[in-house]
């Protein structure tokens, strides 16, 4: 069992919770994530984790409320237990010891490139940061990310603050100028790790997403999460959820992730929540 | 037409009109007079070969005689003193192949029907507990970590408690069982069942820790070295599903068998939207595979809705690996078996939704390594099968987990974790290994034997080294 301790309100669908969680930190490491479960008979859904922190105890995740089963947990509040949070779960990603990493995060994505990027700096690698959202307001997690970036950058669909473009278009724009990228981790909506894996491929510059599929288990158990990764046949859950960005059939993952709308349409009528 | 059984004394059984529609379980179980009847169909042979074919060698022969005596407290203490779970076992045991091959009458008559008697028995004794109050047992020093809760950890953990020991079971997922709970479905064994055998393992003292992932949440050097275990038994199953790797396999409507029966099982998919998780209802279903698994995919895909639901399997109905009682049920329940039949590629349409199967007929040639004749597929017999869901129930591999996170644990070239047979030890001092994560994919029965081994030989470790001190 969980309990919320902290809860903020980051934009109007996207909240951040600190949990106490003690048993779940003592072995996290950056890119992995928990698999938690808030009523007896809901869902168990993944979420990246966003920051670990051993010695306090505490996990704090980001979630945007987008169905059914996301709105039930942003419903939580401080205090409230959650009745099932399991993790650390997924491979920690690999992280370089040298050179200079830049970290993508679209919309909630900010959040999970927030490990890495602390990660990196103990390690003397520069770090550069792009977040992107659609508009000023939406911009989250900048006094957490800024802090651990050598470099910071914002994006905005619609110009209101930092680059006028998407996340991938700052990137191009980066990589273009010279900064001397040597890895690339990008995190946030398929579309964008799609764009930003098509930016950095004819560089050569290694670049790794983090896959989100539908998962039941987040064990290995189902291969619910599979994804195909260079023609073979992967578990986002025990061999990701960081993946190389260039070997990604993101048609398929794409798809997968369409796998119930229907239902998910249906869940969400009858909670009265989304369209 | 049902298949007549004229030896055994029939088990009654809701109708398969009614159970297509609904979860219940479906063999309601011997009366008193049906069991009674059957347990005289017994000889008491002097020499009971059957016990010889029960992995953890229940006297068969007493409990039997006991029920012909309606004496049916003596014979839930006989099948007790070897088998803590009979309720299980005496419906999910594969018994045609262990207890009930060796029945001496078999060949002559059908054998004694020993799987029914056993439910009989354990059914009688649940719905009569006993006044006696479970016997305080003297605490020992020692604390032990069970990793996974399925068969052979339930069963470790119990003799365990019972010699007094503090005994902790980690589970990964949100509810204990393991197999037992998000494999095999409810209309099999109904899920009280397990829940009942595990409130009798609390009182008895044994703590139970869900959502701890042994690998992930906690090492295995952690639990001893942290957090102060004396020993460990890992009985984590073989929980990672197989795939065959041909074309079309991560079409949406494509799902492994654990994937499909986890939604349902533990995660009460059927009762969407009232359960939160999702699962397709399938008009026509093709499930590959012929084993258990297979028939409680396709047994679910009839209840879920299907119109037609397939069983394709690349041997024929001999070599099938299911039990006579599943693939009778599932046959009365209207699944189609299509043998000799081997899928090549799924086929999808342009929304990536799965719409059908290539095969190839097979005929059998020389015997393989398995022993069974191998499937020859024949030149010129493709054909295309209609599905908008596949299940895939080709076996399991072992969950990688814990061999991954624990170093100097030996496996073998298949994953399996290196454990005597005997008595489970490891490679690493004081860790113990039995069922699936062994021996790969096997039955309920064999894993709860290899935890009873295990919880002997972890009972003379630490003795030994008590001695020591």
């Given at each position: 069992?969980?309990?919320?301790?902290?809860?903020?309100?980051?934009?109007?669908?996207?909240?951040?919770?600190?949990?106490?969680?003690?048993?779940?930190?003592?072995?996290?490491?950056?890119?992995?994530?928990?698999?938690?479960?808030?009523?007896?008979?809901?869902?168990?859904?993944?979420?990246?984790?966003?920051?670990?922190?051993?010695?306090?105890?505490?996990?704090?995740?980001?979630?945007?409320?987008?169905?059914?089963?996301?709105?039930?947990?942003?419903?939580?509040?401080?205090?409230?237990?959650?009745?099932?949070?399991?993790?650390?779960l997924g491979k920690p990603v690999a992280l370089p010891e040298s050179g200079h990493a830049v970290l993508v995060g679209g919309g909630f994505g900010a959040g999970a490139v927030f490990p890495l990027a602390r990660e990196l700096r103990a390690r003397?690698?520069?770090?550069?940061?792009?977040?992107?959202?659609?508009?000023?307001?939406?911009?989250?997690?900048?006094?957490?990310?800024?802090?651990?970036?050598?470099?910071?950058?914002?994006?905005?669909?619609?110009?209101?603050?930092?680059?006028?473009?998407?996340?991938?278009?700052?990137?191009?724009?980066?990589?273009?100028?010279?900064?001397?990228?040597?890895?690339?981790?990008?995190?946030?909506?398929?579309?964008?790790?799609?764009a930003v894996?098509?930016?950095?491929?004819?560089?050569?510059?290694?670049?790794?997403?983090?896959?989100?599929?539908?998962?039941?288990?987040?064990?290995?158990?189902?291969?619910?999460?599979?994804?195909?990764?260079?023609?073979?046949?992967?578990?986002?859950?025990?061999?990701?959820?960081?993946?190389?960005?260039?070997?990604?059939?993101?048609?398929?993952?794409?798809?997968?992730s369409k796998m119930y709308v229907d239902e998910e349409r249906l869940a969400c009528g009858l909670a009265g929540v989304g369209s | 037409?049902?298949?007549?059984?004229?030896?055994?004394?029939?088990?009654?059984?809701?109708?398969?009109?009614?159970?297509?529609?609904?979860?219940?379980?479906?063999?309601?179980?011997?009366?008193?007079?049906?069991?009674?009847?059957?347990?005289?169909?017994?000889?008491?042979?002097?020499?009971?070969?059957?016990?010889?074919?029960?992995?953890?060698?229940?006297?068969?022969?007493?409990?039997?005689?006991?029920?012909a005596l309606r004496d049916f407290d003596g014979a839930a203490r006989a099948i007790r003193r070897r088998n803590l779970l009979p309720a299980i076992c005496g419906r999910v045991c594969p018994v045609e192949h262990q207890c009930e091959l060796h029945c001496v009458i078999l060949g002559k008559q059908e054998p004694v029907s020993i799987g029914r008697l056993e439910r009989f028995v354990a059914d009688w004794q649940r719905a009569h507990p006993s006044n006696g109050a479970v016997e305080a047992v003297a605490r020992r020093p020692g604390k032990i970590a069970i990793v996974g809760s399925g068969p052979s950890g339930l069963t470790a953990a119990s003799?365990?408690?019972?010699?007094?020991?503090?005994v902790t079971v980690f589970e990964a997922l949100h509810a204990i069982g393991g197999v037992l709970r998000y494999g095999i479905p409810e209309y099999r064994l109904p899920k009280s069942i397990v829940d009942e055998d595990v409130e009798h393992l609390e009182q008895m003292g044994v703590e139970f820790q869900t959502d701890v992932i042994i690998g992930k949440t906690i090492t295995i050097d952690q639990l001893l070295d942290e957090e102060g275990y004396s020993a460990v038994f890992i009985g984590t199953g073989a929980g990672c599903p197989v795939f065959m790797e041909i074309p079309g396999e991560n079409l949406k409507g494509v799902y492994s068998a654990n994937e499909f029966l986890t939604r349902v099982n533990l995660m009460h998919a059927f009762a969407f939207p009232a359960f939160d998780t999702p699962v397709l209802r399938p008009k026509k279903a093709a499930v590959i595979g012929a084993g258990d698994t297979a028939m409680d995919g396709v047994r679910a895909a009839i209840r879920l809705g299907a119109e037609e639901a397939h069983i394709v399997y690349r041997r024929s109905e001999q070599e099938k690996g299911a039990r006579d009682e599943d693939y009778r049920r599932a046959a009365e329940e209207g699944a189609i078996f299509d043998w000799l039949t081997l899928p090549t590629r799924y086929l999808g349409d342009e929304d990536g939704w799965v719409r059908g199967l290539e095969c190839i007929r097979t005929e059998l040639g020389e015997p393989d390594e398995s022993g069974r004749r191998r499937p020859v597929p024949v030149p010129?017999?493709?054909?295309?099968?209609?599905?908008?869901?596949?299940?895939?129930?080709l076996g399991t591999n072992p969950n990688p987990l814990v061999p991954?996170?624990?170093?100097?644990?030996?496996?073998?070239?298949?994953?399996?974790?290196?454990?005597?047979?005997?008595?489970?030890?490891?490679?690493?001092?004081?860790?113990?290994?039995?069922?699936?994560?062994?021996?790969?994919?096997?039955t309920v029965i064999l894993a709860m034997g290899a935890g009873r081994k295990a919880a002997a030989a972890i009972h003379e470790y630490l003795t030994e080294k008590e001695k020591a001190r």
């Open positions: 069992m969980a309990t919320v301790i902290e809860k903020q309100d980051l934009t109007e669908i996207t909240k951040l919770f600190v949990v106490d969680a003690p048993r779940v930190t003592h072995n996290a490491r950056p890119g992995q994530f928990v698999v938690l479960r808030v009523s007896e008979t809901g869902e168990r859904v993944p979420i990246s984790i966003t920051n670990f922190d051993a010695a306090a105890g505490t996990i704090t995740l980001v979630v945007q409320e987008v169905g059914r089963t996301s709105g039930l947990i942003c419903a939580l509040e401080v205090g409230d237990e959650i009745l099932d949070f399991a993790g650390p003397g690698v520069t770090v550069s940061s792009i977040v992107g959202a659609r508009t000023a307001e939406l911009v989250i997690l900048r006094e957490l990310l800024e802090p651990v970036s050598d470099h910071y950058h914002v994006c905005t669909d619609d110009g209101s603050l930092g680059y006028h473009g998407f996340v991938s278009g700052r990137l191009e724009e980066l990589i273009e100028s010279g900064a001397g990228f040597t890895s690339c981790f990008a995190v946030g909506p398929m579309p964008m790790m799609r894996a098509e930016v950095t491929r004819p560089y050569g510059l290694p670049t790794m997403v983090s896959l989100d599929p539908i998962m039941v288990d987040g064990t290995g158990m189902c291969g619910g999460c599979r994804v195909t990764i260079d023609g073979h046949t992967k578990f986002a859950c025990v061999d990701g959820p960081f993946f190389d960005a260039h070997k990604v059939d993101y048609d398929e993952a794409v798809a997968r | 037409m049902p298949i007549v059984y004229p030896h055994k004394t029939e088990m009654p059984a809701l109708e398969p009109d009614v159970r297509r529609h609904n979860w219940e379980e479906v063999a309601t179980g011997y009366t008193e007079a049906r069991a009674v009847a059957e347990a005289q169909r017994c000889l008491q042979c002097q020499d009971p070969r059957c016990e010889i074919g029960c992995p953890v060698n229940v006297p068969i022969r007493e409990f039997i005689r006991c029920v003799d365990l408690a019972q010699l007094g020991y503090s010129g017999s493709e054909f295309t099968m209609e599905a908008d869901l596949v299940v895939i129930a991954q996170a624990t170093e100097n644990l030996d496996t073998d070239p298949h994953g399996c974790i290196v454990a005597d047979t005997a008595t489970g030890a490891t490679s690493r001092e004081g860790v113990y290994a039995g069922g699936d994560i062994v021996t790969g994919a096997a």
